[in-house]
Structure formats: C-alpha cells, structure tokens
C-alpha cells in the first residue's frame, strides 16, 4: 500500500509502531514468532525443532520442493502431491509425515502436482490479472479517479492472497477465481471508460481545432 501510495509512509511507521506495541503488550505471541528461529536448525539438521506444528509445515513443504525436482516438466497430477509426502517427509525428518499431507504452501504445491508448465501457467494469471489492474490505475487516475479505488482493492486483494498462500496450499479455490475473474472484469471496465474517455477529448479536440 506505500508502494501504491494509498497511505503515506509515516503512516506505515504508525503502523509498525503499533505492531510493536502489541508485542510488548502480548508476549506470548512474541514467543510464538521466535519459535520461527528453530527453522534453521530444523534445515540444517542440527538438533531436533521443538515445535512440532512448524517441524511439520516445514517437512511438508520440502518434501513438495523434492517432489518437484523429481517431476520437473508436469508433477505428479492434479492433488497427487499428498500420495507422495509421507514417502518425501520421510527422507528428510522420519515419522513426522503419516498418512496423505498437503504441501501447505501454495507455489510448492502448485509446482508439485502440475509441474513448471502449470507452476508458469498458475503465476501467469496472477502476472497478468496484476499488470492490467496497475496500468490502468496509472491510466485513470486522472481522467477517472473514482475507478482507481476500486482497481486498488483488486490489486491488493490478489498481492494479499499471494502473500498468505506461502504457509497455505490453494484453499476456497473458487473465491480466488471469482475474485480474479472481478479483477479482469474492473480492469477491462477500466479500459473501456479510458478509451471513451480518450475519443471524447479527441471529439472536443477536433472540434475545437475547426
């Protein structure tokens, strides 16, 4: 949101200011945060990680990585990957995985059951959805400055589920592709009221010139 300029950045540091007020005022979940720490030495496989819940997210996620890297060009098939992570987990942290596991990280999963091919196609959408909704806000922003609210709240919406699917694998899949396809629908929107935008002033314009 500073990066889009929707809020200033002495806002931001309220905001951090306030994030570590609520630290010191709960902290137990500063020590929930600081368990993350243990990740190191859980990949480095130094001692064992105390945290079973992050021990086994993260052997979740690497057994998705080293599935991939054995299924480069397809992966494994559409939701195959939770067939496979007992037999991964297993290489890397015995007896934690039991039973079919999903990756719990969206681009690892992807990348897992559907390969580059479809790890290529799946970033494409949001690439593309993302590019369209940012150069039109650019484009209306003077000509139709109620509509750049509206691509503002697609753009980070979209950016938001990105950032929350890396501890989480595709979940509520059709409100993702609902609230893409109302991303694509506002960007054309978007470009249909600049473009009449444009032919009006080139009308006056003409006009004027006559």
């Known amino acids: 949101m500073t990066f889009m300029r929707i809020i200033k950045p002495y806002q931001l540091l309220a905001i951090l200011l306030g994030a570590a007020l609520l630290l ?20 480095s496989q130094e001692e064992n990680v105390d945290d079973g819940i992050l021990e086994s997210r993260s052997t979740e996620m690497l057994a998705a990585l080293m599935v991939f890297a054995d299924h480069p060009v397809i992966g494994v098939g559409p939701g195959m990957f939770k067939f496979y992570s007992e037999e991964y987990g297993n290489r890397i942290n015995p007896g934690v995985l039991e039973g079919t596991r999903e990756a719990h990280s969206l681009f690892p999963d992807v990348a897992a059951n559907h390969g580059i091919l479809g790890l290529v196609a799946f970033t494409g959408i949001f690439a593309a959805t993302l590019f369209e909704l940012l150069r039109m806000r650019q484009r209306v922003a003077h000509s139709k400055p109620e509509m750049v609210s509206m691509l503002n709240g ?19 899949a059709r409100f993702l592709w609902l609230m893409l396809a109302l991303a694509g629908a506002a960007g054309m929107i978007a470009r249909n009221v600049e473009e009449k935008h444009s032919d009006v002033i080139a009308i006056q314009s003409e006009g004027g010139a006559q």
């Open 24 to 43: 010191a005022l709960l902290p137990q979940y500063g020590t929930r945060l600081a368990s993350l720490q243990s990740l190191s030495s859980f990949l």
């Open 154 to 172: 697609f753009a980070l919406a979209i950016v938001t589920y990105l950032a929350t699917g890396l501890f989480l694998h595709l979940s509520y």
